[in-house]
Structure formats: C-alpha cells, structure tokens
C-alpha cells in the first residue's frame, strides 16, 4: 500500500527565513504533485515532477525529487507573508493518476 | 477560462436526509474526479470517471453514495442517507488536456455538514 507521509505537519516561520517541507513515500512512482491549498479556499496546483533529479522553481518555491530515496522537497526561500498555506504533496500511484496524498504542512509565516 | 465549478458551497442537513452534489468540469477535460477532504487531512480520491464510465470507484462507500457522469460532461454526487461523519469538503477535479502531466484542477469544494 502506498503511503506518503510529509513532514513537518505544521511549521511556523519568520519572513526571510529559508525552509524545507519533506515528502516520503513507500513505492516507486513516476509522478510526484505539490499543491498549495489557503484555508476556505480549494487546491491549487504548484510543480508537477516526472523524473529523478528534477527540480522546477517558481518564485520563492523550488520542488525536487528524488525517486532513489522515494523523497521530494518543497523548499522556501526568503519566506514572505503571502506564502503562508498548506502544502500538500500528492503521488501518483501505479501510474494511473489516482493520487494518494500527504496530510498536508500547515506554514504560517509571521511578518 | 472558466475553472471546475461546483455547487454548492455549503450544505447543512440533519443525519438521514439525502444530499446532492454538483460539479462542472473544465470544458474540454475527459476525466473527472470526486475526492473527500476531511479537516486537516488530504483528499481522498472517491471515484473517477473518464468520459462517462466511472473507471474507479473502489473507494466509494456504495450503500449509501452514489455518482452519475451523464454524457461525459456535468456530475452529480449524492449521498443517502447521510450520517454524521459524512461531515467534510468534497472536492471535485479534472484533468484531460495535458497528456502526460495530466494535473488536476480542482473546484472550490462543496462544505458538507450533518446535524
């Protein structure tokens, strides 16, 4: 059974700050999602990465992946207030687009 | 371009009433996809069609939910009877027009409560 597993689950952080949200899973998969939910608000999509070492940035976020260590990460650079959501990491099991989530981290970033 | 649409927002019921869901898709995506959200966790996929054929519904409770995808387009989610631990956001998503990626695009959610 597939299971991904994020951590921290909660992180609170100063703006300007550097940080990095970890995502484990326990099977091989090709595709890994980031998505960034606001509270009230639905999913939106951030990276999309479909092959070992691949790493997209946008903005302040960069996300890699690692499908040897079956780990990705979702670093923050340079925090600002606006970054403040919850990330959920997403993979796709058995390659048929049925995605089976992590718990979320939960970022609040003070100013 | 209009995004997923659903409706609606919020839905308060007592336990045991029936309650329905609706989501419109991104005009032109071939898959669709109802998730439940609790509070604090992440979406759990329901079921998913493509086109109208719903190619995975393993996850969906079926004594008391059920789903249609009439003509590959509009869905509609319903649950009777409902109980209190139905209470969650369900979600809908599509996907279709990027062949690999295949990202989901998600509607702002239907907030269900049962009393």
């Known amino acids: 059974e597939l299971k991904v597993e994020q951590n921290p689950l909660f992180l609170s952080m100063q703006e300007g700050k550097n940080y990095t949200i970890y995502c484990n899973y326990s099977?091989?998969?090709?595709?890994l999602y980031w998505y960034r939910q606001d509270p009230g608000k639905s999913l939106e999509s951030l990276f999309v990465?479909?092959?070992n070492g691949a790493v997209k940035q946008e903005g302040r976020l960069m996300a890699s992946l690692d499908t040897k260590a079956r780990l990705s990460t979702l670093h923050i650079t340079a925090a600002v207030h606006d970054l403040s959501a919850t990330y959920f990491c997403?993979?796709?099991?058995?390659?048929?687009?049925?995605?089976?989530w992590g718990a979320g981290t939960k970022l609040i970033i003070k100013p | 371009e209009a995004g997923v649409v659903q409706s609606p927002r919020y839905k308060i019921i007592e336990k045991k009433q029936p309650v329905a869901f609706w989501c419109n898709p991104i005009s032109g995506h071939n898959t669709l996809y109802w998730y439940r959200q609790n509070l604090g966790q992440g979406p759990e996929l329901l079921i998913r069609?493509?086109?109208?054929?719903?190619?995975?519904d393993s996850q969906l409770p079926k004594d008391r939910f059920s789903a249609e995808r009439l003509k590959g387009v509009d869905s509609t989610l319903k649950i009777q009877p409902a109980e209190l631990g139905d209470s969650a956001v369900y979600l809908c998503?599509?996907?279709?027009?990027?062949?690999?990626?295949?990202?989901?695009?998600f509607g702002p959610g239907t907030r269900l409560t049962v009393l």
């Open positions: 099977t091989t998969s090709d595709r």
């Open positions: 069609y493509e086109n109208e054929e719903a190619v995975d």
């Open positions: 998503a599509s996907s279709g027009t990027t062949a690999w990626t295949d990202t989901q695009y």
């Open positions: 990465l479909l092959s």
């Open positions: 997403a993979v796709d099991k058995d390659s048929n687009y049925q995605l089976i």
